[in-house]
Structure formats: C-alpha cells, structure tokens
C-alpha cells in the first residue's frame, strides 16, 4: 500500500441523464506519480466521467477527492490541484504559443516568466514558441495545450484521448513527453484512451470502462498475457487451417475473418505451427504478429459475455 494519500479518490460515482445511467457506481484511484489509464469504447462513459472530475457536470451520486479535497465541498482547493484538457485544448491560433501562455497566465495569480520558460521547456516547445500557433502541427498544439494546463503547477494532469488525430510519430512523442512529465515534475497523469495499445505503452495501471461500469483496475502488465502474441494468419485452404490451429493447446483463437485467423500465442512457437500446417498440406501465405485489441480483451476479462 501507498503511505502518501491518493491524488485522486473516486468512489461510488454515477452519472443518471433522465433515465439513462451514463455512469454507474465507478471506484477508482490514482496515486502520486501514476500515469493512470482510463481504457474504454467509444460511448462507454469516459468523457462524462472526466467531466464529473473537472466540475463541468455535477455527479448523480458518489464523492471525488483531488489532493485530499472533496471537489462537492471544497471545490476551489481541490480544482486547483488538477490541470486538464477535455476535449480540445483551447488555444488562440492567432497569437505566439508564448502569448498564450502569457495570456492564460494572466488569469492566474503568481504565475512567473521563469515558470513559464521552465513549462516551455518542459513540452519542448522552446525553438517555436514564438511563432503563430496556427502554424503548428496537431501535436505541436496538443503540448502547447497541456503547457497551458501546466501553469497552475498542478498534481494531476487530467488528459481526455490526448493522441486523437495525433500520426504514430506524434502519439511516440506524447508518450516519452508525459513520461518525463511524470519523471521530472512527479506529478500524476489520468488518460482517457479507446485503444488498448495506446494504453499498454503508456500507463502503469488502468481502469476499463464499458457501458458505465467499471470491469477491470489493475496494474497493465497484468492485463494482456505477456507471454502470448496475437498472431494472423493466412492460410490456404483457411478451414483447415482454422481446425489445426484450434487443435493446439497452446492456441487461444479470438477471431476468424475471410482471409485471417487471429489467435493469440506465444510467439516462440510459430515454427512449430508451421511445421505442422506444411504436413498438413496447408500453406502458410502470411504470418504476422498485430497488436491486441480492446475487443479481445473484453472477452478476455468477461469469458465473452459482455460485448462491446
Ligand atoms: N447530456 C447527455 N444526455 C444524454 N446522453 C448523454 C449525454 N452525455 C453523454 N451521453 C451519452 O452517454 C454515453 C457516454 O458518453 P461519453 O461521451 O461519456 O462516452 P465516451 O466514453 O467519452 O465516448 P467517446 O470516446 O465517444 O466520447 C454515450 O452514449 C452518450 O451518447
């Protein structure tokens, strides 16, 4: 157990819009310098939940405490811990990354050029932060925007799909930057993600939502089987393919398409597998490890009762 206090404590929290239950009876922490991932489908509750978090909406039922401050009670002291960007940060496109800074800054009390300079460094902004912001990239405005929410120094940098829109070299950058956020700044960092990927790369632990309810919180290690590889196959005749595969005890199959088999594995014994589809007289056209998905883990997790 940790010994300092969550920065952020949320228990039994639920959302009700008429008669809709958006967000039901979700319990979650996040401890100091934890990069926490917040992992569901598209529609499951997440941006609802983050905006309970932030006070845009007030929660049907359940308490949130950021720092040790409950956010209904105490609401100055405990928003003041949290630094975020829900949705799409707000940026002045006509204005220097600098004066945007300085212009948030503005609205703030005790906010120095030193910290801003130090904040500027942080997101690696440094070589064009005085150019228009119109003229950056999605990533370069996606660093500018948690600079932005960095101002205030905060504990908990709270991030809804902060890599949507974002190519694979800019989800890479993000990723090493919040990194050394965290390293540096020993600050936490709560992201909302729909792709398991993402989330495996950059989390320590994760929370998955599905439907508004939470269905799993534990460290991300633990939740894909490192030793097994999802793995395509192409296979000709396919149908007998399929049968050798799902023959082996070794094999979990997951998903049959018109080319492919997907099946996860470990990834040392492909050869063998080969070897034995070749004696069959099965050619192999194509093998390939891919990267999890979201929807095999949900079988995973709820022996294939819950769908997404
Ligand atoms: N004000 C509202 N009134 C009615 N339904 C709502 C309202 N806000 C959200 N919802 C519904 O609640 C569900 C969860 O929405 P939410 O935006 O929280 O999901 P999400 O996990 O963030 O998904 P996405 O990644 O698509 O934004 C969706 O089905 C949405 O249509």
Known sequence: MSQTPPVLEVKKLSKHIGKRKIVEDITFEVQKGEIFGFLGPNGAGKTTTI??????IRPTEGTIQIGGY??????????????????????YPYLTGRENLEHFARMMTGITTEWINEIIRLVELEERIDELVKTYSLGMRQRLGIAQALLGSPKLLILDEPTNGLDPAGI??????????????????FISSHILHEIQLMCDRVAIINKGKIVYTGPVHELVHE??????????????????????????????????????????????????????????????????????????????????
């Open 172 to 189: 890479r950058e993000l990723r090493a930057f919040i990194r050394k956020l965290v390293e540096e700044q020993g600050i936490s960092v």
């Open 51 to 56: 905006r309970m978090l932030v006070g845009l």
């Open 227 to 308: 030793e097994e590889t999802r793995i395509e196959w192409k296979l000709d005749p396919l149908p007998s393919g399929v049968q050798v595969l799902q023959e082996l005890s070794f094999v979990r199959p997951v998903e049959q398409t018109d080319e492919h088999f997907y099946v996860y594995m470990p990834l040392d014994r492909i050869a063998e597998v080969n070897e034995k589809l070749t004696a069959k007289q099965i050619k192999v056209t194509g093998i390939r490890p891919v990267q999890a998905t979201l929807e095999d883990l949900f079988l995973q997790l709820t022996g294939g009762e819950t769908k997404l």
């Open 70 to 91: 409950p956010l209904q009670n105490q609401f100055i002291e405990a928003i003041s811990q949290v630094g975020c960007i829900v949705e799409n940060p707000e940026l």
